[in-house]
């Protein structure tokens, strides 16, 4: 390659315009002028003195004002008068462009840099002078050379600089070169637009595709376990006509191709479950109006925690989805399978704003000191969130097909507020991809960050997780609640969009401020007593110490009247009707003879939230309290109670026994 300074070169472009032509009305039309400086006839240039054949017939041309031309019509004389633009989208058999006009965008810098480089070759075989100099070399003069003689010095040149070509090369380049210019130059392998598989053969692509589809069920196997059955299904099918096989990298690179995305090769779980999504394209799932649709869906949360008899388990999540504003407008934390009457919690839940339930504070204060290492929101900051959290409508509520969906307290509950409700199709979780998609968010954007934390997946599993500070399902509850209101509705979500600048996000609070403007139907929520209608209904006696549930004690001044009494509710014993919330358990109401609900709390309340108790006890309180009884003892001469550890059995000292239990508000079991 000649070595000649860079600094003296001027740049080559990439593709040549030829204007050494003249345009004339007479003679010809011109509509583009892209052409290699060897060719004068243009490739959309039109032959005036020629019929031009457009789409309903021959014309002859006229006459021409810029921009219309007149044209009269060989089959009757007739004339019309067209736009240039009109006749080129008439003209029939106009030449196409021998390249694309953007090719050199799709090659990197390399590439153009190899292309630029031969065209400069290329431009001094023909012209004889290299750009960047102004004389040709006497090697290439065409003075006193022919093409032959040039190209057989381009070889031995190119060949000394490393450059390994033949002559069958360069020819084919300089003849691309004069059709095409620099574009020419272009390895075709870098711009080739035929497919992948434009040259397998039609059998063994269809042989192939079906053992592809039937590795959707099967153990995973490898891409040679995939070329063998294909030449057995092929056999199975043609026999001895059966075509040939491709070589084994190409049927390696095809199987490639067809199992993009499938995981054919990979993940069993994940091949199944992209094998239950439907074969069409996906259609796009939009809604304006908030509560027009409302997704609601259930999984196990990727974190352990800790029940009240210490054992540890994963808890279930059921969120409703509004789809308009992605609001999360209520969620439950189940320990078990979920039933159709959480469900009808979850409902009552978006029914009813937070001001409208009762008052959570005093269980929040004593979750908050259980749980030392999560903070709560403070009761001033919860209550401003609280009055700006949107209160969505659901019209329609979209959801699987599970027992505890189609039970008939849910169905009754939203017909009663006249709720519509949609099932998914079987194994079809596209229906509802909106709050499946959600729960992926959750996981990285609030779980995680929990102790008790496994992962994804067993491999993604901590050491010893289990033996971190875990939560209970209370303090999980909780935190989940005020994670909702102060991150995720105030969070910028990338599905919401200004609509004017698409690259502004908008949150769901301000959508839901965006939607009000236009909606004209005001829908009110439900009431205080209407959410303690919706919650779960309990049967138990009153007693003059009030009523027993779930091993506690709840009393009221206004029960005075029931005591010892029996109700008139069919078939429950004199029973009396009470309504439980999962997540107040302070608190029970009991439906009075009148239908009025009457509200009981638990006997020992302001007992569990002494100051005395050990998690609500100042820190350094304990120590000086324990150093007193120390001194106390050695004063009056009486001995100290041992404590209670694992080397010391409460029946080698029955006076401790007692003394050294420590008793749990969390865990009634042990109340």
């Known amino acids: 390659m000649h070595s000649s300074s860079n600094a003296s070169r001027t740049p080559v472009p990439l593709f040549t315009t030829w204007s050494g032509w003249e345009s004339s009305a007479s003679t010809s039309l011109s509509v583009s002028t892209t052409k290699p400086p060897s060719k004068g006839t243009l490739m959309n240039a039109l032959n005036l003195a020629e019929p031009i054949h457009l789409i309903d017939g021959d014309y002859d041309f006229v ?27 008439r003209r029939i058999g106009a030449h196409a462009f021998p390249t694309e006009p953007r090719t050199f965008d799709r090659l990197d810098k390399a590439q153009v840099t190899a292309t630029a480089q031969w065209a400069e070759h290329v431009e001094e075989l023909l012209t004889g002078v290299h750009p960047g100099h102004d004389t040709p070399r006497p090697e290439y003069d065409p003075a006193s050379t022919t093409l032959n003689d040039r190209v057989q010095a381009k070889i031995l040149e190119l060949e000394s600089a490393g450059i390994a070509t033949s002559r069958a090369t360069i020819m084919r380049k300089i003849k691309r070169f004069r059709e095409q210019g620099s574009a020419g130059i272009i390895d075709r392998r870098l711009v080739r637009h035929d497919g992948p598989l434009d040259f397998l053969h039609p059998d063994v692509k269809d042989a192939l595709c079906t053992v592809i589809a039937n590795q959707a069920t099967v153990s995973t196997g490898t891409k040679s376990r995939l070329i063998v059955q294909t030449h057995a299904e092929l056999l199975k099918r043609f026999g001895a006509q059966a075509p040939a096989m491709p070589p084994e990298s190409s049927m390696y690179r095809y199987i490639k191709t067809l199992t ?32 027009a649709e409302v997704q609601v869906d259930s999984t196990p949360m990727d974190i352990f925690v800790r029940t009240a008899s210490g054992k540890l388990t994963r808890p279930i999540l059921t969120v409703m989805f509004d789809v308009a ?16 009457i959480d469900h009808v919690a979850l409902l009552a839940q978006a029914l009813t704003p937070h001001q409208n339930r009762p008052n959570r504070a005093v269980f929040r204060q004593l979750v908050q000191d259980g749980s030392p290492q999560c903070t709560l929101l403070r009761e001033e900051e919860r209550s401003a969130l609280e009055s700006t959290r949107p209160f969505v409508y659901p019209r329609r509520i979209m959801m699987d097909n599970g027992k505890d969906y189609t039970s008939t307290v849910f169905q009754a509950a939203a017909e009663e507020f006249h709720i519509d409700v949609t099932y998914s199709a079987p194994h079809t979780p596209t229906d509802k991809g909106h709050v499946e998609r ?28 289990e033996k971190e500070d875990l939560l209970s399902v209370f303090a999980l509850y909780e ?28 949150s769901p609070n301000q959508a839901y401020a965006a939607a009000t403007q236009v909606s004209s139907t005001l829908l009110l929520p439900i009431t205080t007593d209407g959410y303690i209608r919706l919650l779960q209904s309990e049967y138990r006696a009153i007693t003059s110490t009030g009523i027993a549930y779930n091993n506690r004690q709840y009393d009221s001044e206004e029960l005075h009247p029931l005591r010892n009494s029996k109700s008139n509710v069919p078939g429950k014993k004199g029973a009396w009707e009470i309504k439980v919330d999962p997540y107040q358990p302070l608190a029970i109401w009991v439906r009075s003879a009148q239908g009025k609900w009457i509200e009981c709390r638990t006997r020992n309340e302001d007992a569990v939230l002494l100051p005395h108790l050990t998690s609500s006890e100042p820190e350094g309180q304990a120590e000086e309290r324990n150093n007193m009884a120390v001194i106390n003892a050695a004063l009056s001469g009486t001995p100290m109670h041992l404590p209670l550890t694992e080397e010391t059995d409460p029946a080698d000292n029955p006076e401790s026994a007692d003394e050294g239990t420590e008793i749990s508000i969390f865990n009634p079991e042990e109340d």
């Open 438 to 465: 959600m729960f992926g968010s959750i996981n990285t954007l609030f779980t995680q960050y929990l102790p008790g934390y496994v992962g994804r997946s067993p491999e993604f599993r901590g050491y010893n997780v």
């Open 63 to 89: 006459e021409h004002q810029n921009p219309f031309i007149r044209l009269r019509k060989t089959s009757d004389g007739t004339y019309i008068d067209l736009n240039m633009a009109e006749l080129a989208r």
């Open 325 to 340: 504003t992605r609001s999360i407008l209520a969620c439950t934390l189940r320990l078990e399978a979920t039933k159709g």
């Open 479 to 506: 935190l989940f609640d005020d994670w909702v209101l102060k991150v995720w509705q105030n969070r910028p979500h990338s599905g919401l969009r200004d609509r004017m600048n698409p690259n502004i996000k908008i």
């Open 260 to 291: 993009q995305g499938l995981h054919t090769t990979g993940s069993a779980n994940t091949r199944q479950s992209l094998a239950n999504r439907p074969r069409r394209t996906f259609a796009l799932n939009t809604q304006v109006l908030p509560g």
